[in-house]
Protein backbone atom coordinates (compact mmCIF):
# COMPACT_ATOMS: atom_id res chain seq x y z
CA UNK A 1 0.00 0.00 0.00
CA UNK A 2 1.34 3.34 -1.14
CA UNK A 3 2.46 5.37 2.15
CA UNK A 4 2.50 9.03 1.99
CA UNK A 5 4.74 10.31 4.65
CA UNK A 6 4.27 13.96 6.06
CA UNK A 7 6.33 16.35 8.35
CA UNK A 8 6.43 19.64 9.54
CA UNK A 9 4.01 19.69 11.90
CA UNK A 10 4.16 21.11 15.62
CA UNK A 11 2.75 23.24 18.42
CA UNK A 12 3.19 27.02 17.56
CA UNK A 13 1.65 30.34 18.96
CA UNK A 14 -1.38 31.79 16.95
CA UNK A 15 0.59 34.18 14.35
CA UNK A 16 3.15 31.99 13.86
CA UNK A 17 4.09 29.73 10.84
CA UNK A 18 4.85 26.05 10.03
CA UNK A 19 6.09 24.56 6.85
CA UNK A 20 4.64 21.10 6.32
CA UNK A 21 6.40 18.42 3.77
CA UNK A 22 4.75 15.70 2.04
CA UNK A 23 6.91 13.03 0.03
CA UNK A 24 6.98 9.40 -0.77
CA UNK A 25 9.25 6.74 -2.48
CA UNK A 26 6.77 4.73 -3.49
CA UNK A 27 4.92 6.97 -6.17
CA UNK A 28 6.67 9.76 -8.89
CA UNK A 29 4.98 12.85 -8.23
CA UNK A 30 5.45 14.28 -11.61
CA UNK A 31 2.38 11.82 -12.53
CA UNK A 32 0.32 12.88 -9.42
CA UNK A 33 -1.65 16.15 -8.59
CA UNK A 34 -1.47 16.70 -4.90
CA UNK A 35 -3.40 18.09 -1.86
CA UNK A 36 -3.45 18.91 1.76
CA UNK A 37 -6.23 17.78 3.94
CA UNK A 38 -7.26 18.32 7.35
CA UNK A 39 -9.76 17.35 10.16
CA UNK A 40 -9.98 18.38 13.90
CA UNK A 41 -11.79 16.32 16.02
CA UNK A 42 -15.41 16.13 15.93
CA UNK A 43 -15.08 18.51 12.73
CA UNK A 44 -15.62 17.02 8.95
CA UNK A 45 -12.57 16.70 6.74
CA UNK A 46 -11.73 19.83 4.54
CA UNK A 47 -9.51 20.53 1.59
CA UNK A 48 -7.28 23.11 2.74
CA UNK A 49 -5.48 23.30 -0.88
CA UNK A 50 -4.51 21.13 -3.62
CA UNK A 51 -1.88 21.85 -6.28
CA UNK A 52 -2.01 20.12 -9.84
CA UNK A 53 1.05 17.95 -11.16
CA UNK A 54 2.56 20.68 -13.22
CA UNK A 55 2.04 23.10 -9.86
CA UNK A 56 0.33 24.95 -12.55
CA UNK A 57 -2.84 25.20 -10.75
CA UNK A 58 -3.92 25.44 -7.07
CA UNK A 59 -6.77 25.44 -5.27
CA UNK A 60 -7.40 27.13 -1.49
CA UNK A 61 -10.52 27.18 0.97
CA UNK A 62 -11.36 30.29 1.53
CA UNK A 63 -10.86 29.86 5.22
CA UNK A 64 -7.08 29.61 4.14
CA UNK A 65 -6.68 31.72 1.52
CA UNK A 66 -4.03 34.55 1.73
CA UNK A 67 -2.16 32.64 4.40
CA UNK A 68 -1.18 29.43 3.43
CA UNK A 69 0.53 28.47 0.00
CA UNK A 70 0.77 25.38 -1.72
CA UNK A 71 4.12 24.76 -3.65
CA UNK A 72 5.28 21.49 -5.05
CA UNK A 73 9.07 20.28 -6.22
CA UNK A 74 8.72 17.77 -8.50
CA UNK A 75 12.67 17.33 -8.55
CA UNK A 76 12.50 16.41 -4.81
CA UNK A 77 9.65 14.62 -5.30
CA UNK A 78 7.96 16.75 -2.53
CA UNK A 79 5.05 18.98 -1.74
CA UNK A 80 4.55 21.91 0.49
CA UNK A 81 2.60 23.80 2.70
CA UNK A 82 3.49 27.19 4.01
CA UNK A 83 1.30 28.02 6.67
CA UNK A 84 1.57 31.68 7.98
CA UNK A 85 -0.38 33.98 10.44
CA UNK A 86 -1.93 30.91 11.88
CA UNK A 87 -5.46 31.06 14.26
CA UNK A 88 -6.65 29.37 16.30
CA UNK A 89 -9.10 27.32 13.97
CA UNK A 90 -6.26 26.22 12.55
CA UNK A 91 -5.49 22.96 14.70
CA UNK A 92 -6.10 19.81 13.28
CA UNK A 93 -4.24 16.52 12.06
CA UNK A 94 -2.89 17.78 8.44
CA UNK A 95 -3.03 14.88 5.66
CA UNK A 96 -1.18 15.03 2.39
CA UNK A 97 -2.56 13.15 -0.75
CA UNK A 98 -2.73 12.12 -4.12
CA UNK A 99 -4.61 11.58 -6.86
CA UNK A 100 -3.69 10.56 -10.74
CA UNK A 101 -2.58 13.80 -12.62
CA UNK A 102 -5.74 13.19 -15.33
CA UNK A 103 -8.31 13.61 -12.23
CA UNK A 104 -7.02 16.85 -10.95
CA UNK A 105 -10.23 19.35 -10.27
CA UNK A 106 -9.09 20.93 -7.14
CA UNK A 107 -9.54 19.33 -4.36
CA UNK A 108 -12.92 18.04 -5.22
CA UNK A 109 -12.04 14.60 -6.58
CA UNK A 110 -11.45 11.37 -4.19
CA UNK A 111 -7.55 11.31 -3.76
CA UNK A 112 -5.97 7.78 -3.72
CA UNK A 113 -3.21 7.67 -1.43
CA UNK A 114 -3.17 9.17 1.80
CA UNK A 115 -0.48 9.23 4.82
CA UNK A 116 -1.12 9.02 8.22
CA UNK A 117 -0.81 12.35 9.10
CA UNK A 118 1.02 15.28 10.77
CA UNK A 119 -0.31 17.35 14.10
CA UNK A 120 -0.44 20.90 13.70
CA UNK A 121 -1.58 22.64 17.18
CA UNK A 122 -1.89 26.74 17.98
CA UNK A 123 -1.70 28.26 20.84
CA UNK A 124 -3.01 31.38 21.88
Known amino acids: QVQMVESGGGLVQAGGSLRLSCTTS????????MGWFRQAPGKEREGVSCISHSGRNTYYADSVKGRFTISRDNGKNTVYLQMDSLKPEDPAMYYCTALPRSSYDGCSNPFNYWGQGTQVTVSS
Open 26 to 33: ELDLDDFA
